[in-house]
């Protein structure tokens, strides 16, 4: 059929050439079954036309499939039921869900067995070795968030971008000021700003350009995610590396801004930094409790339990109740203290939606492995979280596709170990 502009272009036709964005990335490959999230893809990336091969209602997923070797795709798909193992798999989601992981890993061991790698590596994990030593009593969540050790490791910028977001008289060249004190911020910000993801068509290097063509509300927020990532050093590499850490949370963060966004939410940018944030109790605990967060991990592994499901029993306290009492010790916005609180618990939270968006993009980030916070199964994604954003299961596979192509790139941009 050959090439075709975006407005001829319809669900259901078959790409017999890889679509590039304006900067060279790949937003879809050859063999891709074009959906409207596909399509509507195309447009927020301003791609203008596609070469298409001919209508056709196979799945992408059935080429892949072809080209991977059936014991691995079976070794791929028994893993990934065990690490779905507390979620209901007759839910549409879930299936769909248990689908694409199941293909992105098969993919992936496919890959390690091309290079000369075992592939089965990418599917064993090691029971931890039992902690010496009882595990110490439960914490109060109170005295800890009385004593202000953790408050203080935070860098004085993000204090001060607090105060301008919390002061509705601060104007963009407030916003502009506070950041350009901060060189290392500056740095990071615009490397991030100038990346794909944000599909800019000119390069962007000054903070005052980035304020005109982000906005304000969109760089203070960024700037907030990323002056936090630059501050935490020191947290034990046995329990989690700083750079899994901030993939899963940056992955989190480019998950549900692009849910977001599907669902027209506004300043999507906000979903952006409260997934980076989500898990900052968890850091917190492994700084401040490194024996009980080892004992933590070795209940849930060894149990085959969801880590956030133990911490009652073994900290005293959940990691997202923790993170959500810090973002409102630190005077972060209500919004953003009430996304990272109820992450794990979307129908408990003020604004269901913007919750639910926020636990569906932390499920979707566990799921595809994109880092790690220290989970290892999948967390519980239920039928009302899903329900309430009234999406279509088809922007799961769209929302990987884009973070299979964005994460590392964002990780290496922010420069996460340093
Ligand atoms: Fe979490
Ligand atoms: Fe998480």
Same mark, same amino acid.
């Given at each position: =059929? ?10 259901? =036709? ?21 959906? @409207? ?20 209602? @196979? ?75 009882? %595990? ?26 607090? @105060?301008?977001?919390?002061? &509705? ?61 630059? &501050? ?19 992955? %989190? ?22 997934? =980076? ?15 009980? &967060? ?8 060894? @149990? ?43 129908? =408990? ?9 926020? %636990? ?27 329900? %309430? ?30």
């Amino acid at each position: =059929m050959g090439t075709l502009a975006l407005s001829a272009l319809k669900p259901g =036709m078959r790409l017999s050439a890889d679509v590039l964005d304006r900067n060279g990335r790949k937003l879809l490959s050859y063999g891709d079954t074009l959906s @409207e999230q596909a399509l509507r893809v195309l447009k927020i990336w301003g791609v203008t036309e596609a070469q298409v091969e001919g209508e056709g209602s @196979e799945e992408a997923s059935a080429l892949v499939s072809e080209e991977i070797p059936s014991e691995l795709y079976e070794a791929a798909r028994r893993d990934t039921e065990h690490r779905f193992r507390h979620n209901d798999s007759s839910l549409l989601v879930i299936q769909e869900l248990q689908k694409l992981v199941t293909l992105h890993l098969a993919r992936k061991m496919a890959l390690a067995q091309g290079r000369g790698d075992d592939p089965l590596a990418l599917v064993q994990h090691d029971s931890p070795a039992k902690p010496a030593g009882k %595990c110490p009593p439960p914490l109060d969540v109170q005295t800890l968030l009385r004593d202000d050790v953790k408050l203080g490791s935070l860098p004085s910028v993000f204090h001060k971008l607090v @105060e301008v977001v919390n002061d &509705s008289r601060s104007s963009a060249t407030d916003v502009a000021e506070v950041i350009a004190n901060d060189t290392d911020l500056v740095a990071r910000l615009l490397r991030v700003v100038n990346s794909p993801f944000y599909g800019m068509t000119a390069k962007v290097d000054t903070i005052s350009r980035a304020v005109t063509v982000v906005g304000s509300n969109q760089l203070v927020s960024l700037a907030m995610g990323i002056s936090i990532v630059a &501050s935490f050093k020191g947290i034990p590499e046995h329990l989690v590396s700083m750079r899994d850490f901030w993939e899963h949370s940056i992955a %989190c963060g480019m998950a549900a801004r692009i849910l977001a966004s599907y669902r027209r939410m506004p300043n999507t940018e906000r979903f952006f930094v409260a997934g =980076m944030l989500h898990d900052i109790g968890r850091l917190i605990m492994f700084k401040i409790a490194p024996d009980h &967060s080892t004992h933590l991990f070795h209940t849930a592994y060894s @149990e085959h339990r969801i880590v956030q499901q133990c911490e009652k029993e073994v900290m005293g306290f959940t990691h997202d109740r923790l993170g959500g009492l810090l973002l409102k010790a630190w005077r972060c916005p209500v919004s953003l203290e009430k996304n990272v609180r109820y992450h794990h618990l979307p129908g =408990m939270a003020p604004t269901v939606p913007e919750a639910a968006i926020m %636990c569906v993009a932390d499920v979707v980030a566990n799921a595809f492995r994109f880092g790690s916070s220290g989970e290892r199964l999948v967390p519980v994604l239920s039928r009302e979280t899903w329900d %309430c954003l009234e999406l279509p299961v088809s922007v799961l596979g769209q929302t990987v596709l884009q973070l299979d192509y964005q994460v590392s790139e964002i990780v290496r941009l922010m420069n996460v170990d340093g």
